[in-house]
């Protein structure tokens, strides 16, 4: 286990009394003061290890570790982790000075400690001066600002935020994203964030760990989830992807739309069927004779900062190109790219799979 590592789960399953099984054999570890984000679909499992973490349910099978320490049979109340739910679970009859300060004093403490907690969380949020609002006063970036606040004053060591932002309108989603992250940076402790939503997570994540029916499909970096993808849920989940079948000719070689391309992957199988990804913004639009491929645009859509055009190549291999030039429905284009923008996928391969394949092809002395 990593020295840092404040969270493992350790094959962790959990499966309800109907035989839903939500969570499949999941094994991660989280590091201490780092910005986490699971993300997936609805009814991937996501919450659910949220769940876990709290303390609000119990795995199936598997364990689960806080600092070392096996938490499974640790009831909520006595794990050093905060919750911040996605409709904040205020209280409408209290102001937000007695919002913040609930749980201080059900743990009866001193008055001048809980002015002096309450204050200071309050300072971390910007919400200084709004002790004696009502919560029915209060917009909807506030009252997120001051479920925060209410998680962050008990000092805890985790943070996990169930799609806080998911109420808000997309101006004011886009600025707490922002200030979220500019506070977890600040109190240097570590959040856990779910959502579905693609661009928060690249945004906003130190790690992403992308989930799909109860498995982590891939964690890694914003970076390295974009563009590195482990398989065709990832590519086509994280962002819009062009994935067209392909074969693995040799190292730094890939075959696909008909065509032979230099491209930077390599410990494949020579001759192996493969899915090659390509990004739309990383194709560009030139003549259908110096294009690498040659496609027909189908249609296109103005999106404010480039064009969306949907085009097929001769093989009836689907391309969506984002581009700030302009064509015309019926054009014949070429489109090129360089061998980096090129990302060559075992079918059906996992990240553990993916790992131990690329250890064992350096291992060998290869790649290096």
Known sequence: MAEEAIIRFDQVTKQYDDDT???????????????????????????????????????????????????????????????????????????????????????????????????????????????????????????????????????????????????????????????????????????????????????????????NEGRIQQSGTPTDIYDEPINRFVADFIGESNIVPGKMIRDFEVEFAGKRFECVDQGLNQNEPVEVVIRPEDLEITTWSEGKIQVKVASQLFRGVHYEMLCYDESKNEWLVHSTKKATVGDEIGLNFGPEAIHVMRLGETEEEFDKRLEAYQGAGYGK
């Open 21 to 211: 099984i939500v969570l499949n054999n999941v094994s991660f570890e989280i590091e201490r003061g780092k910005f986490y984000t699971l993300l997936g679909p609805s009814g991937c499992g996501k919450t659910t290890i949220l769940r876990l973490i709290a303390g609000f349910t119990e795995a199936s099978k598997g364990d689960i570790y806080f600092n070392g320490k096996r938490m499974n049979n640790v009831p909520a109340n006595e794990r050093q982790v905060n919750t911040v739910f996605q409709d904040y679970a205020l209280f409408p009859h209290l102001n937000v000075y007695e919002n913040v300060a609930f749980g201080l004093r059900i743990k009866k403490m001193k008055k001048a400690e809980i002015d002096r907690r309450v204050n200071e969380a309050l300072r971390f949020v910007n919400l200084s001066g709004y002790e004696s609002r009502e919560i029915t006063e209060m917009s909807g970036g506030q009252r997120q600002r001051v479920a925060i606040a209410r998680a962050i004053v008990n000092e805890p060591e985790v943070i996990l935020l169930d799609e806080p932002l998911s109420a808000l309108d997309l101006k004011l989603r886009t600025e707490m994203q922002y200030e979220l992250r500019d506070l977890q940076k600040r109190l240097g402790i570590t959040f856990i964030f779910v959502t579905h939503d693609q661009e928060e997570a690249l945004a906003m994540s130190d790690e992403i760990f992308v989930i």
